[in-house]
Every structure is written in structure tokens, then in C-alpha cells.
T-cell receptor, first 111, second 109 residues
Framework: DVKVTQSSRYLVKRTGEKVFLECVQD?????MFWYRQDPGLGLRLIYF???????EKGDIPEGYSVSREKKERFSLILESASTNQTSMYLC??????????FGDGTRLSIL | RKEVEQDPGPFNVPEGATVAFNCTYS??????FFWYRQDCRKEPKLLMS???SGNEDGRFTAQLNRASQYISLLIRDSKLSDSATYLC??????????FGRGTSLIVHP
């Protein structure tokens, strides 16, 4: 079974902090994704990566950056956390055009 | 990217009922289709892929209608444990699949 592991289930940070969310997958998938999910808004794509060191903006990249130095790891960075970034963050990975596999999610609260 | 539309529900059905959800997509060039299930405060999990000829997995049947551009999910003999949100996913052939916002199902005793 594919395993996608997110570093934290719950995280509380303060406004203005730099926040790192880590995601690791163990199935050699080329594609990795970061989403946020908010009530009534569904899944919204923040960034994705289709190869090491490659990244593409999704629908809502403002306030975020990403890093993919190794194939198995995709990091999401909140450069200066704000309260409107309080959300559930979901990492996913996949092979090309195949179903995505999700991590357990990180519930991030920014105070 | 094009749209994927789902009725948000909730669909409120008794145990043992048969329930069906539809999902419409706008891009006729879409190539692959999936249904995911998401429990409250959990991550989405793949329920089943949807094939052109239709496919069945136990109590679940998925169908694709390319002419009318929709996919459907039929659940027979509903169980309490089927209560969840069901997400439709459409892949146009790019790297990025498009998710619907989900249909909520509540199965009551």
C-alpha cells in the first residue's frame, strides 16, 4: 500500500511565524501535491510538483512556497503565517494520471 | 481548469436503501474518473475508479456517460458506515485532477 506521511496531525503557530509542513511518500511517485480544505470550499490546490526541483502554482499559491529536493519529500512553507491560513492541509502523491493517495492531513491553527 | 459539479446534499437515507449520486464535468476531453470517500475530519480515500464500461465493487457501482458528461455512483443496501462525503474526481490528462466539492451521505437506522 502507498504510504503518504505528513509530519504533524495538529499544529498551532503564531501570526508571522515561518511554518514548515513536511510530506513523505514511499512509492516513488513523480507527482506530489499540497491542498488546503476548508468547510464549504472543497479541496483547493496550493502547489504541485511533477519532478524533483520542479514546482507549479496551483489555484491559491499566495502566501505559500514549496520545496522538492528529493523525490519522496515535498515541503510546504508558510512564509509568514496569517490567521486566514488556519486550515486542514492535505498532501497527496500519484503516478501520472493515476489516482492520488493522501496523507492523514495536518490541522494547522494560526493564532 | 474546467469544472466538476456535485450536489452537496445531504442525502439522508435509511439503512438498506439504494442511493445514487451524479457528478457532471465540463471538459469533454477528460480521460480518467474516480470516486473518493472522505470521512469527517479525515483524508479522502480512493473508493473506486470509473471505467467506460461501468464497474462494480460489491455494493458499489460506478458508471460513466461520456455523451452527457457525467459519472455516477450507486450504493445498494446502504450501511450506517457508508455515511461520509463522496468526492468525484476528473482527470483531463494533465498532471492535475479536478475535485468536486463532494456529496454528503447520511445513512440512518
Amino acid at each position: 500500500d502507498v504510504k503518504v506521511t505528513q509530519s504533524s496531525r495538529y499544529l498551532v503557530k503564531r501570526t508571522g511565524e515561518k511554518v514548515f509542513l513536511e510530506c513523505v511518500q514511499d512509492m516513488d511517485h513523480e507527482n506530489m501535491f499540497w491542498y488546503r480544505q476548508d468547510p464549504g470550499l472543497g479541496l483547493r490546490l496550493i502547489y504541485f510538483s511533477y519532478d524533483v526541483k520542479m514546482k507549479e502554482k496551483g489555484d491559491i499559491p499566495e502566501g505559500y512556497s514549496v520545496s522538492r529536493e528529493k523525490k519522496e519529500r515535498f515541503s510546504l512553507i508558510l512564509e509568514s503565517a496569517s490567521t486566514n491560513q488556519t486550515s486542514m492541509y492535505l498532501c497527496a502523491s500519484s503516478l501520472a494520471r493515476q489516482p492520488q493517495h493522501f496523507g492523514d492531513g495536518t490541522r494547522l491553527s494560526i493564532l | 481548469r474546467k469544472e466538476v459539479e456535485q450536489d452537496p446534499g445531504p442525502f439522508n437515507v435509511p439503512e438498506g436503501a439504494t442511493v445514487a449520486f451524479n457528478c457532471t464535468y465540463s471538459n469533454s476531453a477528460s480521460q480518467s474518473f474516480f470516486w473518493y470517500r472522505q470521512d469527517c475530519r479525515k483524508e479522502p480515500k480512493l473508493l473506486m475508479s470509473v471505467y467506460s464500461s461501468g464497474n462494480e465493487d460489491g455494493r458499489f457501482t460506478a458508471q460513466l456517460n461520456r455523451a452527457s458528461q457525467y459519472i455516477s455512483l450507486l450504493i445498494r443496501d446502504s450501511k450506517l458506515s457508508d455515511s461520509a462525503t463522496y468526492l468525484c474526481v476528473v482527470n483531463e490528462g494533465s498532471y492535475i485532477p479536478t475535485f468536486g466539492r463532494g456529496t454528503s451521505l447520511i445513512v440512518h437506522p
